[in-house]
Every structure is written in C-alpha cells, then in structure tokens.
T-cell receptor, first 115, second 115 residues
Framework: DADVTQTPRNRITKTGKRIMLECSQT?????MYWYRQDPGLGLRLIYY???????NKGEISDGYSVSRQAQAKFSLSLESAIPNQTALYFC??????????????FGPGTRLTVL | AQSVSQHNHHVILSEAASLELGCNYS??????LFWYVQYPGQHLQLLLKYFSGDPLVKGIKGFEAEFIKSKFSFNLRKPSVQWSDTAEYFC?????????????FGKGTKLSVKP
C-alpha cells in the first residue's frame, strides 16, 4: 500500500463549489504539506502543518483552507472554487527534524479542474 | 528569502547523450539541496540530496549532482541518458528563513529523451 494517499485522484467541478481534497499517510510523520503544481511554475506551497495543533500558511494560501484532523490526515478545502485554481495538487509528508524538513514524500496527486 | 533557479525549461536529448541540468540557489550559508524527479503521470520522487560532506552526491538510476558552494550551484548530471529518463526534474533547497525550513522548489526542467 502507498504510504501517502490522496483522494480523489481527479475532480471536475464548477465555479463557486466547495471542494475538499484529502490526504492520509501511514509513514508516521509529523509534518504534512499541500502544494499545487502548474506548468512552468513548479510546486508552490499552499499550507503546511508541523503537528495537529500547528497550521501555517505557505506561499499561496489565499482561497484555500486546511484541517489537520489527526497526525495522519491533512485536508485541503477550496471554499468557493474558481477556474484559476485548476491545477495538480500534491500532499507531502516529512519527519520532524531539528534542522529542516529534509526529505519529503509525495502522494500521487489530485488533478482538479474548475469550470 | 531563498529562491531556486533552473536554467533550462525543456531539454531534448538522444539516448546515450550526456545530461547536465543547472540549478542555482540565491544565497549561501548552510543549505540542504535536493533533486526530485516526476515521471509522466506520477508523483515526485527523491533522486538525491546533499546535506553535508562530499560535495559529489550519487543518487538513484545513475544520477549524480555536484554542490559547488562558491557558485551557489547544485547541477544534476548523468553520463548516458535512457528513454526511461524522460521526466520533469525539480531542484529544491531548504529555506531556513520565513518558511521554517520548508522546501523551495525551482520551476522544473522537462527532459525528453528520444529513442
């Protein structure tokens, strides 16, 4: 079984709809991340969480919210989806480190299309 | 804040050609550096990483990268590419500044290997 899973894998929705993307991990890592990937722009950090009680905004958090329901689960919500949120979304995890996030482990991604 | 530049957006090579992909980060000090690879339709996987020690780092599938501190560079190399190396390659650096040690990604270099 995959260590980091994401659901759904593909989603098409309409402008204004609320969407939730879910991420689960079995690696036992404390740190979890949400990124979006757009062609030519690489990966940009949306939100990150260092533990269940610690949520932080990333580079592009506007229009998104997150929930860390448990150590193993980290959900990303689009409260009112808009077309420029069409992208590939990745969840990632890493171990707690006294220096840095170190190696991150990525889920398979969710392709979201907002019409 | 730290930033990462990847010089080539798209590289096209024939099989058996040598590969070098450029990566530069914006400022010095202690850095952790990574190369991730994304095969078509798949999630990101770690190719190799540098934390300290020998500046020539060997990764999976015959890839290596050299950390040159004076040039703020961490270029990826492979002596002889294969068709199966067709993928997008991302350089990343740990940002010890505002992002609390999170990864900062470059925009990626797409590699196409012709059989």
């Amino acid at each position: 079984d995959a260590d980091v899973t994401q659901t759904p894998r593909n989603r098409i929705t309409k402008t204004g709809k609320r969407i939730m993307l879910e991420c689960s991990q079995t690696k036992g890592h404390d740190r979890m991340y949400w990124y979006r990937q757009d062609p030519g722009l690489g990966l940009r950090l949306i939100y990150y969480s260092f533990d269940v009680k610690d949520i932080n905004k990333g580079e592009i958090s506007d229009g998104y919210s997150v929930s860390r329901q448990a150590q193993a689960k980290f959900s990303l919500s689009l409260e009112s989806a808009i077309p420029n949120q069409t992208a590939l979304y990745f969840c990632a995890t890493s171990e707690l480190s006294d220096r840095a996030s170190g190696t991150q482990y990525f889920g398979p991604g969710t392709r979201l299309t907002v019409l | 804040a730290q930033s990462v530049s990847q010089h080539n957006h798209h590289v096209i090579l024939s099989e058996a050609a040598s590969l070098e992909l450029g990566c530069n980060y914006s400022y010095g000090g202690t850095v952790n550096l990574f190369w991730y690879v994304q095969y078509p339709g798949q999630h990101l996987q770690l190719l190799l990483k540098y934390f300290s020690g020998d500046p020539l780092v060997k990764g999976i599938k015959g890839f290596e990268a050299e950390f040159i501190k004076s040039k703020f560079s961490f270029n990826l190399r492979k002596p002889s590419v294969q068709w199966s190396d067709t993928a997008e390659y991302f350089c990343a650096v740990v940002d010890y500044g505002g992002s609390q040690g999170n990864l900062i990604f470059g925009k990626g270099t797409k590699l196409s290997v012709k059989p």
